[in-house]
């Protein structure tokens, strides 16, 4: 048996040695497909396709999926150059700032901006999946690690969707890990099975007259009922207290910086004193300089 399986690690060496349909089976997860997928492309039952992956794994390691498809992709990216021309999107760590590089449809709104800070990018992920990217980018900083997969769902007007790629690490002289460049996999939508878990809402707010609008989805969102003298200000109430100046100010700040857009994740105590994440999404529309209308997109995860 491959010493890598007793280890648990993967031999990087040993992929050249799987066959033709092994090398298949791990081009096609490193696609993003599921073994459901897999199965139906290559033609064959689940039960033949769990026989590849024992062997691909009796020989390369016994490893998650994520592991063998970074190591195959390691692999078959021989150069960087041939990794760099299917780049999607690059990191600059030391700057802060995440950069558009193909022009491949993206998924992340707004699609037409190929530049903002990682704070921003950062905005668009699950709540519940941010820490672990946090983490695993401060993992990399200093460690070995050349190459890594994630998986994690974005958040979008229109409700969820799984994002996934396999990302390379590029590190300076020191060992420090300063640019991230990544290929993106296919996307899943998974906006139908988690379509009760996330609630949206839309408001409007006039910046010259004040009035401010919201639908049901905000109300729901909110757990405003009927009639109220000041929709915005029965909002703001919701919102936990720790939070409540940055909420406020939210709109302001972005006016101020000369923004068309801007988003930020908060969180809204519910009745039993506990809290849930809400993200807030905003377009500012401008009429030459002045600001005239804010249009804003309330996403709520139960």
Known sequence: MNDARNRGRVDREAIASLSAREREVLALAVDGLLDKEISQELGVTLNTLRTYWSRIRGKVGDVSRSALAVAFIEHSSTTSEDFDAELDWEIDL?????????????PL????????????????FHPDDLPHLRKMLADIEWDETSAFSYRARLIGHEGQAEASAFVRVVRDDSGR?????GRRTPMHDLKEPDIRSILVGHWTRDLRSGEFTGDDGFRTI?????????????????FHPDELNHTRNFVSDAVAAGRTHARSTHR???T??????VTTDIIIQFDEDR????????IAFN
């Open 94 to 106: 030391l700057a802060g700032m995440w950069r558009r590089v193909s022009d491949r449809p993206f």
């Open 272 to 277: 039993d004193g506990s809290f849930r994440w």
């Open 177 to 181: 890990a300063v640019r991230l460049l």
């Open 291 to 298: 600001p005239l209308k804010v249009l804003g997109t309330v």
């Open 222 to 238: 909110f757990g405003i009922e009927g009639d109220v003298p000041d929709l915005r200000e029965a909002a703001f109430k919701r």
């Open 268 to 270: 809204l105590l519910s």
């Open 109 to 124: 709104p707004p699609s037409e901006r190929r530049e903002m800070p990682l704070e921003e990018i950062f905005s668009f």
